[in-house]
């Protein structure tokens, strides 16, 4: 396995680690429990407030805080090998908003860096209860990612996506959703609502996008000689790997375009690695692309 080169001992200003911490309460408003399948549904009545990455990965829900969010050390008996994946998660979430410092100015703004929070099974955010089964996933009302580190175990052994860089594919993603949100363009799954989803809706058009800037940043690594051998293969297998089709045929033997959210398994790679290739921002505008 390949290597991606990067500084151990990292410590980044933006994440807050919860690992083994209990917030406490139960599931929040509107959330009736771990998506464990495809094209599942969070919540009755609420409004779409936080995109993930990882089956389906948008929940419906209401109001609540960000309740809990403090503490950035590791709870007492973290292993090494997981203070290890959180010096990683740390160094890829500060090199990845980094890369889009520069972007942001190019375009006349500044770039202010959204938190990651580490947590293990299940965490308060502003958009209510997040759950580990629920995957990665971005909450744009606090802007944060937030990450329980057994979802990287699940990628490799469940999904076939193994390697430090498949990792990194999952931040970088994460924080492309930032940048919409940052940017206004996920205003356009907003307007769509209900029907924002389906092969060609608002959602699949964002997370192809997100995908695309997660390629933006692997660009910028590829500049900069942090890649090693393979490591790219890595991110292409992650983003095909969670691929609608593929996730769907896993769990029902069965797929079905009109329920997608996130895009084909084909579609998620050729986006990442457009990005990958050109490192431009335009080139990752999928609002009228053909997917």
């Known amino acids: 396995m390949t290597l991606m080169k990067w500084q151990r001992g990292h410590r980044s200003p933006d994440v807050i680690d919860q690992r083994g911490r209990s917030l406490g309460g139960g599931m929040g408003a509107g959330m009736l429990g771990p998506m464990l399948s495809l ?42 090998a997981s203070d290890e994946a959180a010096e990683f998660v740390g160094f890829v979430l500060d090199d990845v ?5 520069p972007k942001f100015q190019q375009l006349g703004k500044t770039y202010e860096p959204a938190k990651l929070v580490l947590f293990t099974d299940r965490t308060a955010t502003g958009c209510g209860s997040g759950e580990a089964a629920m995957g990665p996933f971005y909450c744009p009302r606090d802007q944060r990612v937030f990450i329980d580190l ?21 931040i970088a993603h994460e924080i492309g959703h930032h940048v919409q949100h940052t940017l206004g363009l996920d205003a356009m799954k907003r307007a769509a609502g209900a029907s924002s989803q389906g092969p060609t809706g608002a959602s699949v058009r964002l997370e192809l996008q997100a995908d695309c ?23 292409l297998a992650a983003a095909s790997a969670v691929g609608d089709d593929r996730l769907q045929h896993q769990s029902t033997g069965t797929v079905n375009p009109e329920t997608w959210s996130h895009g084909s398994a084909e579609q998620r790679s050729r986006w990442f690695r457009r990005g990958f290739t050109t490192g431009d921002f ?9 997917l």
């Open 282 to 290: 335009a080139a990752c505008d999928t609002r009228q692309a053909e």
């Open 150 to 170: 057994g979802f990287f175990d699940e990628l490799s052994r469940r999904f076939g996506a193994p390697g430090d860089f498949a990792q990194a594919y999952v």
């Open 39 to 80: 094209g599942s549904k969070f919540g009755v009545g609420g409004i779409v407030v936080a995109v993930g990455l990882y089956f389906g990965g948008q929940y419906l829900m209401g109001g609540g805080g960000s309740a809990g969010l403090t503490g950035e050390r590791p709870a007492p008996g973290t292993s090494r």
């Open 213 to 235: 800037f997660a390629g933006i940043w692997a660009h910028s690594t590829s500049q900069r000689q942090l890649l090693d051998t393979g490591d790219i293969e890595e991110g």
């Open 97 to 101: 908003q980094n890369t889009w410092r």
